[in-house]
Nanobody, 123 residues
């Protein structure tokens, strides 16, 4: 079993920055592909970014490309999401997800999830 705990959310003005962290335990972190997703009320969970086990491969949603950066520190068992030039439409609960086998943009393919952290961007 993998436990994921997100942190770093909060309230920020448009144009500002936040860095989310997700600490993992319960598995060797370097064996996990990691993803970030977000969700607003009444909508499906939306892919934001993923990073491969080694950190070599990353993919971003078009809506965040050039503004967000996903990274990982395998020594600290932590994945990060640096969010710059935030927009009000980035407001959502952000979730960290992990999967040992697949590297995918599809939420249903991830086996492990954190509880989420709220990000609110004011205009």
């Amino acid at each position: 079993q993998v436990q994921l705990i997100e942190s770093g959310g909060g309230l920020v003005q448009a144009g500002g920055s936040l860095r989310l962290s997700c600490a993992a335990s319960g598995r060797t972190f370097s064996r996990l592909n990691m993803g970030w997703f977000r969700q607003t009320p009444g909508k499906d969970r939306e892919f934001v970014a993923f990073i491969s086990k080694s950190g070599i491969s990353t993919v971003y949603a078009d809506t965040v490309k050039g503004r967000f950066t996903i990274s990982r520190d395998n020594a600290k068992s932590t994945v990060y999401l640096q969010m710059n030039r935030l927009k009000p439409e980035d407001t959502a609960v952000y979730y960290c997800a992990a999967d040992e086998a697949r590297l995918t943009t599809t939420a249903a393919h991830y086996d492990y999830w954190g509880r989420g952290t709220q990000v609110t961007v004011s205009s």
